[in-house]
């Protein structure tokens, strides 16, 4: 799966999926992206089909409404680095064991809500 993890997210995370051999994944960082304006992240995310992985629910869950389709959200709780990371870990899961041949296709305007206890809730979006 294609990620982009949010600046409110440490460019470890990208940097970690990346090197997993089994995902790519971008941070605002690294690509000189730093300080975009959300409905722009959004725009390049649908562009690149990008997952969008973020600790701001409302702008994105709203911005990913107006959309036809777009590549989906995980939306995290506002965590340290490595309970970021582990959370998810739990959500790559999820969506694995509801589609184990292509997990990608299983958040396709879908957005998944994790909380920090792992729960992992996944709606229709629009």
Known sequence: MKFFIDECLSPQVAI????????G?????HIGRRGEDDAVVLARCIAEDRIVVTENAKDFRKLAARETIHPGLV???CVDRETSWRLLQVAIAHL???NPSRPEDSIVNHVI??????TCTLHALP
């Open 75 to 77: 939306i995290m709780p």
């Open 96 to 98: 694995e064991a509801l």
């Open 113 to 118: 809500e994790i909380d920090s206890d792992g």
């Open 25 to 29: 994944a971008v941070h605002p960082l």
């Open 16 to 23: 970690r999926l990346s090197e997993s051999g089994k995902h």
